[in-house]
């Protein structure tokens, strides 16, 4: 067993020949001394080495493992909380997650030490570097520490570089500051929905600059988008300026947007792959209409009458 600190374990748990001790019984051991009687200096040597030495197989670390039903009971509160839908959710599972959850103390005293250690400002690290420098443009220092001592630590309370709430918004670029180039593409818009609709709609039609965080980076997404104007609640269709230079993506863009417009539904939707089903099955049909190759049925007086006249 690699561990950091040495411990007098039960000979209970120990095989005869002292040479092998079962897992399932010294992990809970480890984490109950040090999560509930392990001193400051303790908790603090364990810190320094999940930063200085992530990837080792310490047991210490590997005791503060989740087991896999906490950690789906976990999962599955956060995403009934994000969803805001209880009612699926068995009342006694809720509740054991819900006091589970409230019961975690955000000031523990492996929070208050890794806040000595490394400051008030740190949190734990992102295994993504972009999110990690945007939390350190935001004022914040990241720490990167073994796993499984991190998840610990976010279940006390303590702040990661994922979880920083970060406003992310459109840069909308005035009309007046467009080419008069990139103004002519904008205005394919009422064309195109005539295309798809066979008659005339207003939509409005903005361009923004991209999506970027509170710490100005680009953050990565859709040459489009159908969102609200929130002072008067209208809705309207965005497109990135970076596509007005290439028309067959802005009027592909623009019809995909469309959709939402419509339908008000999200991508993969039934709704939102019927509504582009209709359209381009009328086309289609009034295509092969116009080409005279849709057949016309006959009644079953017609086909007597045709076979008397042929006997």
Known sequence: MQSIFSYDLHSNIVSPDRRYVEREKYLPIIKNLLENHANTKAIERALREAHEHPHSGYAEFEAFRPEEKKKEKMELFIKLNSEKNYKELDFHIYKDIILSYLNKSPESRWVQ???RIFGEDAVIASKDRNINTDAELMGHRPVELNQDIADYLVSKGLLSADNI????????IPDEELTEYERQVVALVPHIVQELTGGKKEVETRVYAGLFNQAGREIGGSEGVQTFDLLNGKKFIGVKRSILSEPYEFVKTSIHEFGHYETGTRDYSREFTDFFVKILGGKVF?????????PVQQSAQEGMIRDCNHS
């Open 165 to 172: 709430k970060s406003t992310m918004e459109y840069r909308w």
């Open 286 to 294: 009034t295509s092969l209409q116009s080409s005279n190759l849709i």
């Open 113 to 115: 030490a890794f806040k």
